[in-house]
Nanobody, 124 residues
Framework: QVQLVESGGGLVQAGGSLRLSCDASGLTFRRYATAWFRQAPGKEREFVAGISWTGGSTYYADSVKGRFTISRDNAKNTVYLQMNSLKPEDTAVYYC?????????????????WGQGTQVTVSS
């Protein structure tokens, strides 16, 4: 049974930082590209950042480029999202996702597995 479990969300003031983690089990993690998506109330779930299965390539939405960093540790079956200079518009539920593609697509329909999400709230 595949599980992706996110952690690290919380409440932070604008300008602050958070580090999200996603622990994977039940799959050959190193064979899956992974990504972070987010969904704010009343909005569609959107791609935030993605990383190839080797970790050699990363991709970011324009809205987070330069502020967020995605990384992975295949030995620990974990993917991370370091979020700096947070803004109120970053408030959302953040989801971890895994895909059998070697590089992470931006379309959510291309992902095989999803976590339950972790809430990030940025106050102004």
């Amino acid at each position: 049974q595949v599980q992706l479990v996110e952690s690290g969300g919380g409440l932070v003031q604008a300008g602050g930082s958070l580090r999200l983690s996603c622990d994977a089990s039940g799959l050959t993690f190193r064979r899956y590209a992974t990504a972070w998506f987010r969904q704010a109330p009343g909005k569609e779930r959107e791609f935030v950042a993605g990383i190839s299965w080797t970790g050699g390539s990363t991709y970011y939405a324009d809205s987070v480029k330069g502020r967020f960093t995605i990384s992975r540790d295949n030995a620990k079956n974990t993917v991370y999202l370091q979020m700096n200079s947070l803004k109120p518009e970053d408030t959302a539920v953040y989801y971890c996702a895994a895909t059998a593609f070697s590089a992470p697509p931006i379309r959510r329909g291309e992902y095989n597995y999803w976590g339950q999400g972790t809430q990030v709230t940025v106050s102004s």
